[in-house]
């Protein structure tokens, strides 16, 4: 089926206009951020809890994941087509976070069927939240290091470590986290366990960040039990899905990135905006300041490529075997890129960009500084930009280790 024009996808198009009318509340078409409050970790709204739990049970939180897993079963014309008449009545996806984003695809292809029926219907209506159990104090770049254990009890693993930068871990439901489970191999040694949150020992500290948002925590296991039917992918195998589910998240963050939408508040300033109220234009109807000029003019040049890129690349993934090592590529660029827009709506913003709080200052120049702050965790988080380049080095351009 083609993808625009034809019968069939106009027909699509009808049926998803009407769904969306019927189901999408009125509150919610003027008030992006309320749409988006409780996957922040604020409270749901009545009709935000409406709007997920209709998106959760039609499936088109996740649009063309399987339907017999919850997924709404659409074709990539279709999806697209979904998400245009979603923004044309301003209506954001409800469904989102780690699930959707990392375990969700991971837990699809390398699931076992037992494990699909426990943990599909809660990430596919957005009722169950996940966290990343990885990065270790010590084991960060190197995350194969990790000491994490778990110790075979028999019926069940007893795990004992902690984990870091553990995003939304003081909001979560379940971990899919990394743990070793034989201490003679490194890679070799490490599998992959789904850990109930809310098992007696652990522990979740979360860590103010410069920004003043705690979006990220420690983790601590102490003698916490796991049940064996909990173990992902095969015993002591947990470093290839590790791998794979890496592969989804630079996906989706590098997505987020280009897009503007990865720390940054659903009401936002854009780079434009901020240079036209803060700089103004000259006598030529140009923005007065010829080299931040320029400097736009690069940067959105840079985001339409990059977007387009991000189009092609996910829909050679559809087509293929989902996504490649290539996706480093677009991490590392999507972290500069969303790092160079912050600091160039700070730079606009003038004096108004040096606020943190108090009068004089509005809420979304308040926003941008804070925005700005975090994004300089961009180049950190989904694996840094060094190792990013590592992998292009090594799985792309198929270059030697140095010597």
């Known amino acids: 089926m083609a993808d625009f024009g034809d019968v069939e996808t106009e027909t699509f198009r009808a049926e998803a206009r009407s769904w969306l009318e019927a189901n999408f ?60 008449e979603m923004a044309a009545i301003g209506a954001r996806n409800p469904i989102g976070g780690m699930g959707v984003m990392m375990f ?55 795990v004992n470590g902690s984990k870091i930068w553990t995003s939304g871990a003081n909001l979560a439901d379940w971990c899919f986290c990394l743990v070793r489970t034989d201490t003679a191999k490194k890679h070799e040694g490490i599998s992959f366990l789904l850990i109930n949150m809310t098992s007696p020992g652990v522990e979740v500290r979360p860590i103010l960040l410069i920004n003043g948002t705690s979006p990220f925590c420690e983790t601590f296991f102490t003698d916490v039990k796991v049940p064996k039917d909990q173990l992902f992918g095969p015993l002591n195998g947990g470093w290839t899905v590790a791998k794979r589910l890496l592969q989804f998240e630079r996906d989706n963050i590098s997505a987020g990135l280009g897009g503007g939408s990865i720390g940054a508040p659903a009401a936002a300033l854009t780079v434009k905006q901020a240079a ?61 890129i969303a790092q160079d827009r912050n600091e160039l709506i700070v730079e606009a913003l003038g004096q108004s960009g040096l606020g943190w709080d108090g009068e004089g200052f509005g809420g979304p120049e308040l926003a ?28 792309v351009l198929g270059l030697p280790d140095p010597k």
Request: charged share 25%; with cysteine; aromatic share 6%.
């Open 25 to 84: 509340p009125e509150n919610l078409r003027t008030d992006p951020a309320a749409q988006l409050a409780a996957m922040g970790g604020g409270k749901e709204s009545a009709d935000a809890r409406a709007w997920r739990e209709a998106m959760g049970a039609k499936g088109w939180g996740v649009p063309t994941w399987p339907a017999q897993y919850g997924g709404g079963g659409l074709s990539r014309g279709q999806a697209r087509v979904l998400a245009e």
């Open 104 to 158: 969700g695809p991971t837990l699809i292809e390398y699931g076992t069927e037992a494990l699909k029926q426990q943990h599909m219907p809660g990430i596919v209506t957005g009722s169950v939240r996940w966290c990343q159990g990885y990065s270790e104090p010590g084991s960060g770049s190197d995350l194969a290091s990790l000491q994490t254990r778990a110790e075979d009890k028999g019926d069940h693993y007893l």
């Open 276 to 336: 036209l109220d803060h700089v103004g234009l000259d006598e030529t109807g140009r923005l007065a300041d010829a080299d931040l000029r320029r400097r736009i003019t690069e940067h959105q040049m840079e985001v339409q490529s990059f977007q387009m890129t991000v189009r092609r690349a996910a829909d050679e993934a559809r087509a293929g075997n989902g996504p490649s090592a290539a996706t480093s590529i677009m991490k590392y660029a999507g972290a500069k």
């Open 368 to 395: 941008a500084v804070r925005t700005w702050l975090r994004s300089k965790g961009n180049s950190i988080e989904g694996g840094t930009s060094e190792i990013n380049l590592n992998v292009v080095s090594k799985r």
